[in-house]
């Protein structure tokens, strides 16, 4: 078992079926975003009290997993 499917959950009917800190409606996403913006974890655990350090580290695994296993699809321009 990967260590943030305790953390992180998809539900089609919560944020559209993304990928979210469980028990929220906290994407991934905005959770990835925030740290690349240049937040600081504090800085997330002040702004979403009901998420721990534990969640964002599973959002940031998450994320990681994702990009390690997506296929980039190349596409040839005619000239």
């Known amino acids: ?37 240049g937040a600081l974890t504090e800085d997330l655990l002040d702004a979403y009290p009901n998420i721990s350090k534990e969640d964002i580290q599973a959002a940031l695994l998450y994320a990681a997993d994702n990009l390690a296993n997506q296929v980039d ?5 005619g000239t």
């Open 1 to 37: 078992m990967k260590q943030y499917q305790n953390h992180i959950s998809i539900d089609p009917n919560i944020m559209l079926g993304k990928p979210v800190i469980k028990g929220t409606r906290i994407p991934v996403e905005l959770v990835v975003r925030k740290i690349g913006e």
């Open 73 to 77: 699809v190349f596409l040839e321009t």
